[in-house]
């Protein structure tokens, strides 16, 4: 008896499990039909954006490591590190530091930019003191066959990387240029570390007595004695030092440094989240339409007996598995992106935040983790209306499969508007810890929103159009107007990826034509000089002759220099500069009101809109500048559009520097030729002077004007080659949604063959179709790409860089690509269209679901 | 006046079928005929055939006096919207148009628009019982009455010839009986002739003569014949 019943329940448990795997069979039959084919292309999009996303990330994680490993490097053993302006504090400062109880070692250094003959980009020279930095920092210790070469002040040490970069060897000279006179320096061995970093050492008395450093320092490493409390020792060093020298830990300008670039890392990684968030369209569109084609098999295997909650859990299941094969191919992609990004541009991806040699993407298992989870996630997200759809479906109509439409939640039009509203909320928000999350956050609601609020606002606008005459049309038309979710559905991943397009289009635009007023107003001389870095400068001997060529009406002069206005920051850019008070507007690009200082009030600086957000300061505030080893009250007299310095600014009268400093040299001159005067003369006259046309390097306006618009097209280039990635994707997704459309409506298009419609009738009809749909997703994309355009450059570029911007929009493009997205989509309906109207069509009508 | 004469069909493909051959029938006007046959025997075909929706490979196909085999496809077309009618199983009422429009579709496709076609769907609206129900949407109606409103948009236009392809086959028995009536009814009434394919004894027992469809051709038979 018991073996009987036992043989039973083995039957009963066989025949449940053979019908289990008869309905994982008829659902999961969708899931292999839907990976030939339109579901294809939604695990491309999920790759396409967990490839971008996954490729920053590894670069982004390189670039920090190197640049950390660099640093680490450089500071050695360090405890502390006290550093200055970029033009040094007084080397008197140094034996007070070292004499410090707690200080075991002090190790004195002097960085300067080093112009070469040979190379447009400067070379880090630093001086050091080899008996004490041997103490702290190995990798600032020069290695030569003659120990005493390490003291010879002809000689320099590059290092590993820096002598690839130079192609130099021991022996060969380096030409490089102190004033405006060139210095021939020796190889004379590497300097001690092998990493691939771009720097050289030379003696300290060297390179002060070769590069106008004379008695000053740029830094001091810090070994403190075994025991001694750092904190303490810092805050007593803080309180000897003279304002705009700091001493903190090495890894604090490492830190400084990284926080300079995190904003410009966020926007690329938020740019593949762009990416991710189109593919996830596509997975909705996929899954909802595909989740409407099997609505008669959903009902069947519910009224079988298949419980709601396991129908939902197949089609997330379905979006997971999309998503996960998606995010396989995407991780694996990234790393080769990720590979050949790093050896062709370096880890900053030719953005110029720092100098970092090879380096090479680093597989964390942690990262792995969070890019498979978002691929994942965004695909599940995606599946979740879907599935509720699915679920939803009372299976009595729906195995008459007379409902064509997706079924939208009611409430669908007012949460659209809602997340709408909140996201313009969101907008005027300030920034996170520097960082315009907020504007990230609105971008993605009012997305979303939008996408939502197309079914309730293309069927208010659609049922505004009489019902024309022609039957291809009104039938068209009431298709549309019937069926508003299938339409958003399809029209999900189009719209999103236009409306990025268009908002990037628009930025973009704006950001190049502000760029291009800028220079209009920054650049009103006839002739610029640029003498070159640190080493190389313009004396007032040099000042004199240059304002005394013949031809040259007029000279202005300025200093470039930078000094430190926040620790935790990169150094400020000091601009001394020849600048009339009451007309500043002339020289630079004033934004909002400015103001001359009254009487006896402390004189005026203007601050570019950097500083002014990070210092939060407005015209007519106080703010003090640490010059010349003190603090200086000063006015700011107005705030100043600079897109040249991302790290900000500040502009003083050249006098009042030169007073406050000493420093009598310049960097820079503008010069305004006589009526009747040659640039080509002019040029030549300087050329002659200093020696040689790379030593005062001298270009029109119009060139450097050309020379920076090039330069600003050739960084947007990648962005408008991923938005036309994003854009061909959506178009790919709506064509294939239409072509798929079209081949499930061909019992439809079958009747109509019998009813006397013609085949030329029916593909008028589904080009209309294709027409509507396309016009009612650029409309859509046009609309919400204005919107987050606003966002992005009024709330992400200013909180993220600091550039304010005028809106220009670029009518043409946007009308162009207008015209090119609704000529595809009608033409590939058509073309479906074509597929579907044969003798197929006409039998179909006799198949039964 | 509907005349086949010695019509032949086979399908092509990867294996090839010979469907029917030396086929001849004649339906004169107001004619109620009943094709029927086992499944795949080719009854849909033959419709297709007379509708000029699938050529033939031999013999002729006159409607009306017109060989539709010698006009293009555009020609067949217009030819069929106007003097042709169709009844489907699965009803195939657009879900997306109201029952008007369903009706009114043939109208449109003539070029009859307002008033004069608005009293025609409403007239025969009224004559398949749906009087009232112009607005109503096909996902409101039940299975008999979205048959109703297919056998309304195939006689709204007065066409001269109705085909009908197993038009009771999603019908429960009641139903079913209810759309046969009202089918001869409604076409007899309109002076059209019909044929219908079906295996249905009770539609074929509607009809004036009944044919068994075989691959030799038709042959007279009973509905008290069909199993």
Same mark, same amino acid.
């Not at chain 1, 640049?67 to 040094?88: F, I, K, M, W, Y």
């Given at each position: ?115 070469? !003959? ?81 720097? &050289? ?34 805050? !007593? ?38 990416? +991710?968030?189109?593919? #996830? ?60 990004? +790093? ?127 022609? +039957? ?139 500083? #002014? ?23 700011? &007299? ?56 790379? !030593? ?50 061909? !019992? ?65 493009? +946007? ?35 | ?227």
């Amino acid at each position: 008896m018991t073996g009987i019943a036992a043989r039973m329940r083995l039957w009963g448990d066989a025949a449940r499990w053979s019908a289990q795997r008869a309905v994982a069979r008829a659902v999961t039959g969708g899931l292999r039909e839907a990976l030939r084919g339109r579901s294809l292309l939604a695990v491309v999009a999920i790759a396409f954006g967990v490839a971008l996303g996954y490729a920053v990330e590894l670069v982004n994680h390189a670039a920090v490591s190197e640049l950390n490993a660099d640093l680490a490097v450089l500071a050695g053993n360090a405890d502390l590190e006290v550093r200055g302006p970029r033009s040094g504090f007084d080397e008197m400062l140094y034996p007070t530091i070292a004499r410090d109880a707690g200080v075991a070692v002090a190790s004195p250094v002097v960085e300067v930019g080093v112009k070469l !003959r040979d190379h447009d980009e400067p070379l880090d020279v630093l001086g050091v003191d080899v008996f004490r930095a041997a103490q702290i920092n190995p990798a600032l210790v020069a290695v030569a066959r003659e120990r005493v070469d390490a003291l010879r002040s002809d000689a320099l040490f590059p290092s590993t990387g820096a002598a690839q970069w130079l192609g130099v060897d021991v022996g060969d000279s380096v030409i490089v240029q102190a004033g405006l006179h060139d210095v021939a320096l020796r190889v004379a061995g590497r300097a001690g570390a092998d990493r691939a970093g771009r720097y &050289a050492v030379m003696d300290i008395a060297a390179v002060q007595d070769r590069f106008d450093r004379g008695g000053r320092l740029t830094r001091i490493d810090l070994r403190l004695r075994a025991g001694a409390n750092a904190e303490a020792v810092q805050k !007593r060093l803080q309180a000897l030092l003279p304002p705009g020298v700091d001493v903190a830990p090495p890894s604090s300008s490492a830190q400084a440094t990284t926080r300079f670039s995190r904003a410009y890392r966020v926007n690329l990684n938020v740019l593949a989240l762009v990416a +991710l968030f189109t593919g #996830a369209m596509l997975v909705y569109a996929t899954q909802t339409l595909s989740a409407v084609r099997r609505r008669p098999q959903f009902a069947l295997l519910r009224t079988l007996g298949l419980s709601r909650r396991r129908l939902v859990m197949w089609v997330i299941g379905e979006g997971a598995v999309l998503g996960a094969i998606g995010a396989g191919v995407g991780l694996a992609t990234g790393y080769l992106i990720a590979s050949m990004a +790093l050896a062709r541009f370096g880890p900053d991806l030719g953005a110029g935040f720092f100098e970092a040699g090879a380096a090479k993407p680093a597989a964390e298992p942690l990262s792995i983790l969070i890019f498979a989870a978002l691929g994942i996630g965004a695909a599940v997200l995606a599946s979740a209306l879907p599935a509720r759809e699915a679920a939803r479906a009372a299976p009595a109509a729906a195995l008459k499969a007379i409902d064509a439409d997706v079924l939208l939640p009611a409430a669908t039009n007012r949460i659209a508007w809602l997340l709408i509203g909140v996201g313009f909320g969101m907008a005027f928000l300030p920034s996170i810890d520097e960082l315009p999350l907020f504007g990230y956050l609105a971008i993605a609601l009012i997305l979303t929103g939008g996408i939502l609020a197309i079914p309730a606002a293309a069927q208010a606008a659609l049922s505004r159009i009489r019902a024309p005459r022609a +039957l291809p049309l009104s039938l068209a038309l009431a298709h549309l107007r019937a069926t508003p979710g299938r339409f958003a559905a399809m029209l999900a991943a189009v719209v999103a990826s236009v409306a990025l397009m268009v908002s990037m289009a628009i930025m973009v635009t704006s950001f190049r034509q502000s760029l291009d007023d800028w220079l209009r107003v920054v650049l009103p001389a006839d002739l610029y000089l640029r003498a070159g870095t640190d080493s190389a400068f313009l004396s007032p001997r040099d000042q004199q002759v240059i304002a005394a060529i013949p031809g040259v009406a007029r000279a202005e002069f300025m200093r470039v220099t930078s000094i430190i206005v926040d620790p935790s920051r990169p150094r400020v850019v000091l601009l001394a500069r020849d600048i009339d008070p009451h007309d500043a507007g002339a020289r630079i690009a004033l934004v909002g009101r400015d103001i001359v200082p009254a009487a006896g009030a402390p004189p005026p600086v203007w601050i570019s809109e950097a500083v #002014a957000d990070m210092q939060h300061l407005t015209a007519g505030a106080a703010m003090t500048l640490p010059i010349g080893g003190r603090n200086v009250a000063f006015t700011v &007299a107005g705030v100043f559009r600079d897109y040249a310095r991302q790290q900000g600014s500040i502009v003083i009268e050249r006098a009042r520097y030169r007073a406050l400093s000493g420093d009598d040299a310049v960097n820079e001159a503008a010069l305004w030729l006589a009526q009747d005067a040659s640039v080509a003369a002019v040029r030549d006259a300087i050329a002659r002077y200093s020696g040689g046309r790379a !030593r005062i390097r001298a270009e029109t306006p119009a060139s450097l004007r050309d020379l920076s618009l090039a330069t600003f097209d050739r960084t947007f280039a990648v962005t408008y080659a991923l938005e036309a990635a994003a854009v061909i994707i959506g178009l790919v997704g709506l064509s294939a949604a239409l072509a798929a459309q079209t081949l499930a409506r061909s !019992r439809e298009f079958g009747m109509l063959r019998h009813v006397g419609m013609t085949r030329r009738q029916i593909e008028a009809m589904l080009a209309i179709e294709g027409a509507v749909l396309a016009a009612i997703g650029v409309a859509a994309g046009l609309i919400q790409g204005f919107a987050v355009s606003l966002i992005l450059i009024h709330v992400v570029n200013r909180q993220s860089f600091h550039w304010g911007m005028s809106l220009h929009v670029p009518w043409l493009s +946007l009308a162009l690509l207008a015209v090119v997205l609704l000529v595809l989509a009608t033409a590939v309906a058509a073309a479906s269209a074509r597929r579907a109207t044969g003798i197929a069509a006409v039998r179909a009508v006799r198949e039964d679901w | 006046m509907v005349e086949l004469r010695d019509v032949a069909k086979a399908f092509d493909g990867s294996s090839p079928r010979q469907i029917f051959t030396g086929l001849s029938l004649r339906v004169e006007p107001g004619e109620y005929v009943a094709v029927v046959g086992a499944s795949g025997v080719g009854k849909s075909t033959l419709l297709n055939t007379i509708a000029g929706l699938e050529a033939v490979d031999a013999g002729d196909v006159i409607v009306d006096g017109v060989d539709c085999a010698h006009l293009d496809d555009e020609a067949r077309t217009t030819f069929r919207r106007d003097r042709m009618g169709f009844v489907f199983q699965a009803f195939h009422v657009l879900p997306y148009l109201s029952v008007a429009a369903n009706v009114a579709l043939p109208l449109a496709l003539q070029g009859l628009h307002g008033e004069a076609a608005d009293a025609r769907v409403h007239a025969m609206l009224e004559a398949v019982g749906l009087g009232g129900r112009e607005a109503s949407a096909p996902r409101e109606l039940s299975g008999g009455e979205l048959q109703r409103v297919a056998i309304a948009r195939a006689l709204v236009h007065r066409p001269s010839l109705v085909l009908a392809d197993e038009p009771t086959g999603n019908l429960d028995p009641q139903t079913a009986r209810q759309i046969v009536a009202l089918l001869r009814e409604t076409v007899k009434a309109s002076g059209a002739a019909a044929v219908l394919a079906t295996h249905s004894r009770a539609v074929a027992a509607s009809a004036d003569r009944v044919y068994r469809l075989a691959k030799d051709g038709l042959h007279p038979t009973s509905a008290a014949d069909i199993e």
